[in-house]
């Protein structure tokens, strides 16, 4: 935050204390025109971008924050405030230009790889394939996805690496005493009675939650396995 204070007061960025998703006209046809300046016209979308927050107590008050001047050469950020403030007016002004970018084009795709050798094997990869960056021109992190190169059907692919990577697939998570109770009113029948099962959970859930006692048997008594609703 204190990097962030001193960048305003350089005149860098517009204010930071603010929840606001909201950006000035001028500055969303400077973010445009610079976008398409330097990436070309098909990464920029035909009709400006403009946000709505959708926090319900969000301090509006300011315009969200952005560079002062998007054509701001960032070395001489470096000069004034060092090298941890060049690293976080870059976020700032990927963020706000990437905001009045063109969408990223991706496919899902998965790849089956029939491996020969002593043993046959049939290998699969999940990921997708990059079609248009878009937005991921300028920031290419963006895409939590993993990115597949563009193969084609019965191609030959050569191994140049192996590795042995262990995975398991991580159970459902428990359930608390929150999202049990919602889960039951939710998702079981009460009979038509549901005004009331709230109550009838809240009364009688911690009955059943406790561990059995010696030589009792304990029953998995619903469908969504909260052990109250008694079918």
Partial sequence: MSIAQKLYEEGFITYHRTDSVTVGSAAVFALRGYAEKEFGKNYVPEKPRFYKTKQKLAQEAHEAIRPTNVNLEQSSISGVLGHDAVKLYDLIFKRAVGSQMADAVTQSTSIFVLAKNAQSYRLKANGSVLKFPGFLKLNPQ?????????????????????????????????????????????????GGKRNRASLNIRDNYRNYRRAPVRGERRRKICAHECWYCGQ
């Fill in 142 to 190: 963006a895409l939590n996805d993993n990115l597949l190169p563009d193969f084609k059907v019965g191609e030959s692919l050569k191994s140049e690496k192996v590795d042995k990577i262990e995975h398991e697939t991580p159970p459902p998570p428990r359930y608390n005493d929150a999202s049990l109770i919602a889960t039951c009113i939710a998702n079981c029948d009460f």
